[in-house]
Nanobody
């Protein structure tokens, strides 16, 4: 069982930066693949970024070159650094974890943190 708690959301002007953090409980954090998703008002939740246990990263096309994902296994924390933010990045951002094998679903989710980008 893993519990995830996001933090770091807030209001920022377009072009600005934010860093989201996701703190995980449990001693097996390093064994999980981690991901960030977001859901804008009235839209479906969408994939943003992933960081596999192996270190491989993936990003949605809409955030490539602007967002980075990293983790600190000693702190049981995964980060999403968001730069050059746009109004369309406004959403609730969710952290998620899954077992580290191909095709495994994300089964652990945080409660989300609101990111609002003003234009």
């Amino acid at each position: 069982q893993v519990q995830l708690v996001e933090s770091g959301g807030g209001l920022v002007q377009a072009g600005g930066s934010l860093r989201l953090s996701c703190a995980a409980s449990g001693r097996t954090f390093s064994t999980y693949d981690m991901g960030w998703f977001r859901q804008a008002l009235g839209k479906e939740r969408e994939f943003v970024a992933a960081l596999e246990r192996s270190g491989i990263t993936r990003f949605a096309d809409s955030v490539k070159g602007r967002f980075t994902i990293s983790r600190d296994n000693a702190k049981n924390t995964v980060y999403l650094q968001m730069n050059f933010l746009k109004a369309e990045d406004t959403a609730v951002y969710y952290c998620a974890a899954k077992d580290a094998y191909l095709g495994a679903p994300y089964i652990y989710w945080g409660q989300g943190t609101q990111v609002t980008v003003s234009s």
